[in-house]
């Protein structure tokens, strides 16, 4: 029974006057009132602390995601190479990054052909975006005939690297694969090549000459870019240059 009321019963079993009576139900009105009004107090304070407790589990579970992807930016290592699964069925992989932080690889790096992982056999086909990204250490790159595409940003700012072969199997070169690479010497890119992203070569400075092969039919914007190049092997089969392809080549 709500205390009120009971305070109500004892008013007339005890033989409360009338007007005392009345004093006692404002009394309670009031009483009712003010239960009234911190019942709703609690109820907001109630709904606020659900909402920021809410508020805290979503970014709980936003802070996980976002330091299990930055920890665990790749698949799993072999041989002190880092890969990411592109297909469970063609059992294929990429060579990856190995966190989130710069300085994954250093020396000399050799990629194999193909690599095991849980008893199973899987061809590596990509050098995966960023992934020798700033490695600063690094001295060299051992590419296989596997290798069909180099993504973006993939030997970005690689400065002491002097070698990276390209594999007879290359096809792509993706948005600022070699940007900054500031001593690497020499290239000679594949006839199966037939597309190389803007910035592809930027700041490389020690390459003075580079052949396009005849499968391409455009050329980047800025892929050149202030690369120490004096002469580029242009095929008669380009037709179409972006403006500044070869800006101050």
Request: glycine letters at 4%.
């Amino acid at each position: 029974m709500p205390l009120a009321t009971t305070f109500y019963v004892i008013s007339l079993v005890l033989g409360i006057e009338f007007e005392e009576k009345c004093v006692f139900l404002q009394w309670t009105r009031s009483y009712r009132h003010r239960e009234s009004l911190n019942n709703n107090t609690r109820s907001v304070e109630n709904k606020q602390r659900i909402k920021i407790a809410n508020m805290k589990k979503a970014l709980l579970i936003v802070t996980s995601l976002v330091w299990t992807t930055l920890s665990f930016a790749y698949d799993f290592e072999k041989d002190g190479v880092f890969y990411n699964i592109i297909s469970v069925s063609d059992l294929t992989v990429e060579v990856a990054k190995g966190d989130n932080s710069a300085n994954n690889y250093s020396g000399d790096v050799v990629v194999p052909e193909e690599v095991e992982y849980s008893g199973r056999k899987l061809k590596v086909i990509a050098v995966g975006k960023s992934a020798f990204y700033q490695s600063y250490q690094l001295s060299s790159v051992h590419l296989p005939n596997s290798i069909t595409s180099i993504g973006e940003y993939a030997f970005y700012y690689c400065k002491n690297v002097t070698t990276i072969n390209m594999p007879s199997s290359l096809k792509s070169i993706g948005d600022w694969a070699f940007g900054f690479c500031n001593k690497f010497e020499g290239i000679d890119l594949p006839e199966n090549v037939d597309s190389i992203g803007i910035y592809a070569f930027c700041q490389c400075k020690k390459i003075t000459h580079i052949n396009i092969p005849r499968k391409m039919r455009t050329l980047a914007q800025c892929v050149f870019t202030n690369s120490g190049i004096t002469e580029v092997d242009i095929p008669d089969n380009i037709t179409y240059i972006l403006k500044s392809a070869t800006y101050r080549v």
